[in-house]
């Protein structure tokens, strides 16, 4: 079978996201230059993942980056694994659960969607099977092996994370040949991707993928390589096997649609409405960094996630250089760890620490700033700014285009809170 850590990548969002922050605050260790970028790091690999990856791609799915880029990826709570992202969502025709969908039955519908060729290593889960069900297969068409995925959830319309599974990701943190999000006839958006396994390009694995979301949240995410696993695999044929065209048919099926239905409604959310557990925290994130920029910096790219972070690309006309900002709450306990005895304490109690070094992702001379600040009702505000547009591209100026005074005033606006 490819080599897929499904178990690590199926929880629904809401609870991915609620237990990957709790294991995010409690695994802080005391490498300095480590700390300084935790927080800004793991909302950004957040984002990167939910669009790329989705239900069922990468190592990490969505999954939070920790200390020194350590993937902590959250283990969620099966019991409640609907919570939010639940059924009551659904239209009332489905209110009476259908018949269990099994994981055969889920290989059966991938191998007779897809166009003729032989398949191997199949393996799958049912719909009432813990955390979510999925299909994985190797494809071979005649021109190569490539493993093929599945993922079905089901996400609360008109949430942040019903419109985020379907857009594209900024160039800041995502590098793909093409990416183009579309509505079909039945109101389904559907995100069709050309990218890549490794964001760094470190391997040329192509990972192609399908992220689409119905009028009713039903999820279906389905990845694709050129390769017959995602990671560690050789490269065996120059393209994954579907084209963008065939990928949509294939995310588009009524069968992925029928199992969705027939995933185990949680009885806990029924009096949830569509959107009811949006927070506005992905704008308003975004929305306050821009207002607190300094005059005469353009800004080119936008981008945030629903757990507090947010970040923008500018230039004052002497290159790119990006800017990201993550807010956490709660971080009191975490202090000691974070800022050690040496932080300055200023007179509202309000520590703050400032570093200043290398950029993690490998970009050619990448110089990263940070201010790291922690407020007294455990509010974490950390700012960093690079002198280039994305982390592992090479530096497009000499040093970022926000001094660290010009930092150290942002994260410390009272605004953040």
């Known amino acids: 079978m490819p080599d897929v850590q499904h178990s690590e990548h199926l929880d629904p969002f809401e609870e991915r996201l609620t237990a990957g922050l709790h294991e995010a605050g409690n695994a802080f260790e005391t490498d300095r230059d480590a700390l300084a970028t935790a927080g800004a790091l793991k909302g950004r690999r957040r984002l990167l993942r939910r669009r790329n990856a989705a239900v069922m791609g990468g190592a990490a799915g969505i999954a ?44 059966r519908t991938l191998e007779r969607l897809l166009p003729g060729g032989t398949f191997t290593k199949a393996e799958a889960r049912g719909t009432d099977e813990e955390p979510s069900p999925y299909v994985q297969l190797v494809y071979d068409d005649g021109n190569g092996a490539s493993a093929v995925s599945v993922g079905l959830d089901r996400l609360r319309p008109g949430s942040d994370q019903a419109r985020q599974a379907t857009q594209c990701p900024g160039k800041a943190f995502a590098h793909y040949d093409s990416c183009v999000t579309s509505r079909m006839a039945d109101g389904s958006v559907v995100m069709v991707m050309r990218g890549y396994e490794y964001p760094d390009r470190r391997v040329d694995t192509k990972r192609w993928n399908a992220e689409l979301v119905t009028p009713q949240g039903q999820y279906v995410s389905v990845n694709e390589w050129n390769a017959a696993a995602e990671k560690d695999a050789p490269i065996s044929r120059s393209q994954p096997p579907l084209s963008p065209a065939q990928l949509t048919k294939l995310a588009a099926a009524t069968a992925w649609r029928k199992a969705i239905d027939a995933i185990p409604q949680d009885p806990n959310s029924g009096t949830e409405q ?109 700012i960093s700014a690079f002198n280039s547009g994305a982390q592992d591209t090479p530096a497009t100026r000499t040093a970022p285009a926000l001094s660290l005074k010009q930092l150290r005033e942002i994260a410390l606006s009272p605004n953040w809170r």
């Open 274 to 382: 569509p959107g009811s557990g949006d927070t506005g925290v992905s704008v308003s994130v975004t929305d306050t960094l821009r207002t607190l920029l300094p005059k005469g910096l353009k800004v080119s790219e936008t981008g945030a996630d629903d757990a507090g972070f947010g970040y923008v690309v500018v230039d004052d006309g002497k290159g790119k250089s990006l800017v990201q900002v993550n807010v956490q709450a709660d971080m009191a306990d975490d202090e000691g760890d974070l800022f050690g005895s040496g932080a300055e304490v200023l007179s509202d109690g309000t520590k703050v620490a400032v570093h200043q070094g290398a950029g993690e992702k490998g970009g050619s001379g990448v110089a990263m700033w940070t201010v790291d600040t922690l407020r007294t009702d455990g509010t974490r505000v950390v």
């Open 64 to 107: 939070l980056v920790g200390v020194g880029g350590a993937l902590l990826v959250p283990s969620g709570n099966p019991a409640d694994r609907h919570g939010s992202a639940a059924a009551s969502t659904l239209s009332a025709a489905s209110s009476a659960t259908p018949a269990p969908v099994s994981g055969d039955a889920l290989i």
